[in-house]
């Protein structure tokens, strides 16, 4: 597979942002202390696509979201980087 075929296939996976977006967007739900720990923020349900796609991209983990009852924000959890990689 060349660099651009596989470039080609994460786009395809978690949608077709920059990384500055994912960046942008991971840095809103992180742990502010540890990046690597699990994840549980409140966001606006207008970024739950890219950040998704953050999360995966940088722990390796797949978010639950949750409607919150406001009907405009959700609850996203992930268990993080270590609980992907089996740390």
């Known amino acids: 597979m060349t ?5 080609q296939a994460i786009r ?3 949608g077709d942002y920059t990384q500055a977006e994912l960046h942008e967007a991971f840095s809103a739900v992180q742990d502010r202390e540890n ?3 699990p994840i549980r923020a409140t966001i606006p349900k207008t970024q739950v696509d890219v950040t998704r ?13 949750t409607p919150c ?15 992907a990689i089996g740390a």
């Open 3 to 7: 660099d651009q075929e596989r470039a």
């Open 12 to 14: 395809s996976l978690l």
């Open 35 to 37: 990046w690597k720990r």
């Open 53 to 65: 796609a953050a999360v995966i991209h940088f722990t390796g983990s797949v978010p639950i979201v």
């Open 69 to 83: 009852p406001d009907g405009v924000h959700v609850e996203i959890e992930a268990a993080g980087y270590y609980v």
